[in-house]
């Protein structure tokens, strides 16, 4: 119960007040107008030679009420629409979702609702400083109506309430533009410092790192004298940054050596000669095989709502105490409990991948731990909103979740034959951007940097 809820408290007495206010005005312009009108008719009579057009009321309380606003200390308020409730809370760090909702004074009922709504998501498990939740409240009974969660410029997720009494949503994604740019330097004491001088950040650094896993030991193979170069894109909807960015390409010259890897349009990376940089992703997350209980789908009757929601993975009916395993290479980036999918956990495989395993009965990494492919991470259990033991499993790439079944994952080693031609296209550009002068790099060097003495770019030039 904090400022900002007394400040919509205040709000809201402050409406009434002008609401008050601008009723008297009216009382007054009703009881003005036999006067006024007569006043008028009589003046213009009075001066004018000819008959002028007559004086409408309407006409008349619209001069009036024009004369109220601006003799009046505040101007009278545009008709409102009609009593709906809308304020916003921006998350702050510590911030829960039960917290802002009693802090609102909504229903713990209504949040579960919600969440219920938000289950094939899982948007609002983790919120993040800066994101914001807005609210809409009936004018009348000041039930929630709708929510919406502001990720992103380019990213909105609206909770409806639906005639049944549930929640939908709705994602509204706006894709925005890309814009490309390039970052390069010289390695001055470790990789990681020198990438963030040449602008980037560091989860992109985190995500070249990674990249090269197999490959370079950043911290202990870089010297001296090691060049980088980076082509980057990054999201921008109307001109805002949504703090979304992919590495498209990457080239580090260690020693003698050229280390690349190069984005192709599969959304996997490839070094020069076209040969796969991930580990292939495992297409199942347990050893044998499980039968398929339920299929990835846009638009599913849920089996214990009955409303249509998206089934955004796949369920392998299994015993409890199945092992699960990670399908890739990756970084535990959740472990959770949620109301609906259970114990549930989720694995970041580099910069494209994401996978998540639902209705867990056991856990058995933490949050930030590095995991193997194949790696057993839990057991399969029945938590959450479930129908019998299963496993619920889901891949997103680039953010949207896919079939994982279908979805085309790096399985290959290399660049299929019949695509070699596009792709030695796309490393031409990718290396052609890489070799260009130095001097629009620099544009895009964070200004408290570009006092540095040191050169990062002076290297650039083939
Ligand atoms: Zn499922």
């Not at 008028?40 to 309380?61: K, M, N």
């Not at 004491?189 to 602008?199: E, H, K, P, Q």
């Not at 498209?248 to 984005?263: E, P």
């Not at 214990?304 to 369920?315: A, E, K, L, Q």
């Amino acid at each position: 119960m904090n400022a900002i809820w007394s400040f919509y408290r205040e709000e809201r007495l402050r409406k009434r007040r002008k609401r008050r206010r601008f009723l008297l005005c009216l009382v007054l312009i009703a009881g003005l107008l036999p006067w006024a009108a007569w006043k008028t008719f009589h003046a213009s009579h009075a001066f004018v030679p000819q008959v002028d057009p007559p004086v409408t009321s309407s006409d008349f309380t619209a001069t009036h009420t024009d004369e109220v606003e601006k003799s009046g200390s505040e101007a009278v308020p545009p008709a409102e629409p009609e009593g709906d409730h809308v304020f916003t809370r921006t998350i702050a760090a510590g911030d829960t979702l039960t917290g802002i909702f009693e802090e609102c004074e909504i229903s713990r009922n209504v949040m579960y609702q919600i969440l219920s709504a938000d289950e094939s998501l899982l948007a609002l498990d983790v919120l993040h400083p800066g994101h914001a939740l807005t609210f809409t409240l009936d004018g009348e009974t000041s039930e929630l109506i709708g929510m919406e969660l502001l990720v992103h410029p380019g990213k909105r997720i609206q909770y409806t309430r639906a005639d049944d009494g549930g929640f939908d949503y709705e994602e509204i994604i706006i894709p925005g533009e890309w814009d490309q740019d390039l970052l390069d330097g010289d390695i001055a004491n470790s990789f990681y410092v020198s990438a963030r001088n040449a602008g980037l950040s560091d989860q992109e650094t985190g995500n070249i790192i990674e990249l090269f896993r197999d490959h370079i030991q950043f911290a202990r193979e870089m010297r001296n004298g090691d060049r980088f170069q980076v082509v980057r894109s990054r999201q921008f909807v109307d001109g805002e940054f949504t703090g979304r960015s992919r590495i498209d390409g990457v080239r580090i010259f260690r020693g003698k050596r050229v280390y690349s890897a190069f984005l192709f349009e599969d959304g996997n990376y490839y070094d020069h000669d076209g040969k796969s940089l991930a580990r292939a992703l495992r297409r199942y997350p347990m050893t044998g095989s499980s039968r398929v209980t339920s299929h990835f789908s846009r638009a599913r009757r849920h089996p214990v709502t009955g409303r249509i929601t998206p089934h955004h993975g796949v369920d392998f009916g299994m015993p409890t105490g199945t092992p699960v395993l990670s399908t890739g290479d990756g970084v535990v980036t959740r472990v959770h409990t949620h109301p609906f999918a259970g114990k549930y956990i989720e694995i970041r495989h580099g910069s494209q991948y994401v996978t998540r395993y639902l209705h867990l009965s056991r856990i058995l990494v933490r949050r930030g731990q590095k995991v193997e492919r194949g790696e057993r991470i839990a057991l399969s259990g029945n938590t959450g909103r479930s129908t019998g033991p299963h496993l619920h499993f889901e891949l997103h790439v680039n953010g949207r979740p896919v079939n994982p079944l279908t979805a085309k994952i790096p399985m290959a080693s290399a660049v299929p034959d019949e695509k070699r031609d596009v792709f030695k296209r796309c490393v031409e550009e990718l290396v052609a951007m890489m070799e260009q002068p130095s001097k629009r790099i620099a544009l895009h060097r964070p200004e408290d940097l570009s006092g540095e003495s040191s050169h990062p770019f002076s290297t650039v030039r083939n």
